[in-house]
């Protein structure tokens, strides 16, 4: 069972390019998230997805562009690469949003391993 | 003020320990709470879930308090292998998403 995947697992970039992170699930999860974590700051909210064909704004959103075509894959984009971009990109997907569900499902988030990406 | 705090740390604790990190929260809608544990360059695991006033799971008990808007994580009987940085998170209502404190270091001591 993979989970979550995130795929690339590091990448470099030159400021100015153009990149795509893709997350895929297996566990048919409803609401998949974007998240980026720099050192001190924790896990600051890029954009989210609440269903397929569905995408919003989180906390930190300007720069990155997202996509869910399809249930299981949710794409983040940066047109234009920029240094403040560097960071760890976490996607992260659950089957309630974090409320509590059903008897057994604890509302957790279940993490990819993390893309590491440096813009210089 | 961030919606969720947490004191940084490092909690430089010997084995066999109990140490204690709180969580403050500003949103006072939040319905759900959690513990994620996230070790060095790894992504972060849930550790336990709040919805009620607390939860205890082996040596590690979380309790909520609404009044005061903090959330607590007790460890006792500290391991090496808790050495870690403990996150906690908040449901944000209005996106369907967490918001995560910056963590509490912990390092356990031999």
């Known amino acids: 069972n993979a989970g979550v995947t995130q795929t690339p697992k590091f990448r470099v970039l030159k400021t100015g390019q153009s990149m795509t992170l893709l997350c895929a699930q297996d566990m048919n999860h409803e609401y998949m998230y974007w998240y980026r974590q720099d050192p001190g700051m924790g896990l600051r909210l890029i954009h989210y997805?609440?269903?397929?064909?569905?995408?919003a704004k989180g906390e930190v959103p300007d720069g990155y562009n997202v996509s869910r075509l399809k249930k299981q894959n949710f794409l983040l984009g940066l047109e234009s690469a920029a240094p403040s971009q560097t960071s760890v990109y976490f996607c992260a997907s659950s089957p309630t949003g974090g409320g509590q569900g059903l008897a057994g499902n604890t509302g957790e988030l279940f993490f990819g391993e993390g893309s590491r990406l440096t813009v210089l | 003020r961030k919606e969720v705090e947490q004191d940084p740390g490092p909690f430089n604790v010997p084995e066999g320990a109990t140490v204690a990190f709180n969580c403050t929260y500003s949103?006072?809608?939040?319905?759900?709470f959690f513990w994620y544990r996230q070790d060095c360059r790894k992504e972060p695991k849930l550790l336990m879930s709040v919805y009620s006033s607390g939860n205890e799971d082996g040596r590690f008990t979380a309790q909520l308090n609404r009044a005061s808007q903090y959330i607590s994580l007790l460890i006792r009987d500290s391991k090496l292998s808790d050495s870690a940085t403990y996150l906690c998170?908040?449901?944000?209502?209005?996106?369907?998403?967490?918001?995560f404190g910056s963590g509490t270091r912990l390092q356990v001591q031999p």
């Open positions: 998170a908040g449901m944000d209502t209005g996106r369907r998403a967490l918001t």
């Open positions: 997805s609440v269903g397929e064909g569905t995408t």
């Open positions: 949103n006072s809608a939040s319905q759900s």
